[in-house]
């Protein structure tokens, strides 16, 4: 199986700031490698503050790393001028966590999906207003609502329309960052089943950061465990669940609710003053630890 995403010894460092002096700097990504599969849907959880958001943003260079390389179908993002960046661009894209933000108040929605098209120089400005309507039908929305703002909308129906900008190009590989974490939960399975439909319809490859546990089990095939900016664990998602090695994932996994009423939470503690900064080493077929 070719892998379309290659991310190797990934770092990313914040300078500190302080109001009068320097403080000590972050090192939000250290030394992160994986790779994803054409078509695979790969999971990146962790607590707040493990580095998964961060790591997907310097995938697409949306936050420049400090050091390490990134290779989109053999290309490596990194050493691409800002011209060369944009073009590419069109081959992957991101759905953000949230649906409120990330569309332009004063923009209506379908001139804020047609923008890529647009940037790109993809059809006559006719036929990306065609394209915007159907993208807008794929998604499940009512394409005579293009014209509307983002304010006249639901929280779900916004992540749709994020959800039709980020695929208008036909991308490769989506990083959906944490994309239904900000909505209700009865929203949340028709967006997940959303984004498996179009993975289906159009080949999608997902880079999926999420915190909800339960769902990662439900959807990615492999899942990369992060703490304090290192991966800890890489697994299918099913021996990741079944058979956890690290002791950090195995805590993570202790908080996950029980959906018997009365059944009792065993919470496995972990001392982060134990926590050691040891390299990935395969304990079984596939699976990785940093034991």
């Known amino acids: ?27 939000a990504v250290d030394d992160v490698s994986f790779s994803v599969a054409k ?32 290779r989109i179908q053999d290309v490596d993002v990194l050493t691409l001028s800002p011209r060369d960046l944009r073009r ?13 933000s990330s569309l332009n108040p004063r ?15 993809i059809g006559t400005r006719d036929e990306q ?13 009512d394409p005579a609502d293009v014209d509307k703002f983002p304010h006249e909308f639901s929280g779900g129906q916004r992540q749709r329309i994020g959800l039709a900008r980020a695929v208008a190009l036909e991308p ?11 909505l209700d939960v009865s929203v949340q399975a028709q967006i997940m089943n959303l984004l498996l439909d179009l993975q289906e319809r159009l080949g999608l490859t997902y880079l999926f950061i999420a915190h909800d546990l339960r ?21 299918p998602a ?34 982060a003053a134990q926590f050691q900064r040891v390299d990935l080493r395969e304990v079984e077929a596939g699976h990785f630890a940093a034991v």
């Open 238 to 271: 099913e021996a990741l669940f079944t058979a956890p090695v690290h002791a950090y994932t195995k805590a993570l996994l202790s908080a996950i609710p029980h959906l018997k009423p009365g059944q009792k939470l065993e919470r496995i503690p972990f001392d």
């Open 88 to 100: 590419a661009r069109r081959h992957f894209q991101i759905v953000f966590q949230d649906p409120y």
């Open 129 to 141: 207003r065609l394209k915007v309507r159907a993208l807008f039908e794929m998604v499940g929305l």
């Open 107 to 121: 923009r209506r929605v379908g001139e804020s999906v047609r923008e890529p098209l647009a940037i790109h120089r």
């Open 1 to 27: 199986m070719s892998h379309l995403l290659d991310v190797r010894h990934l770092v990313k460092d914040f300078a500190g700031r302080g109001w009068f002096r320097r403080t000590a700097g972050v090192r």
């Open 39 to 70: 078509g695979e849907t790969f999971g990146l959880v962790g607590e707040s503050g493990s580095g998964k958001t961060t790591t997907g943003r310097c995938v697409l260079r949306l936050v420049e790393p400090t050091s390490g390389a990134v």
């Open 215 to 235: 769902l990662v089990r439900q959807v990615c095939d492999r899942v990369a465990v992060m703490y304090r900016g290192r991966l800890v664990e890489v697994a």
């Open 172 to 182: 490769s590989l989506v990083i959906c960052d944490e994309p239904v974490s900000s």
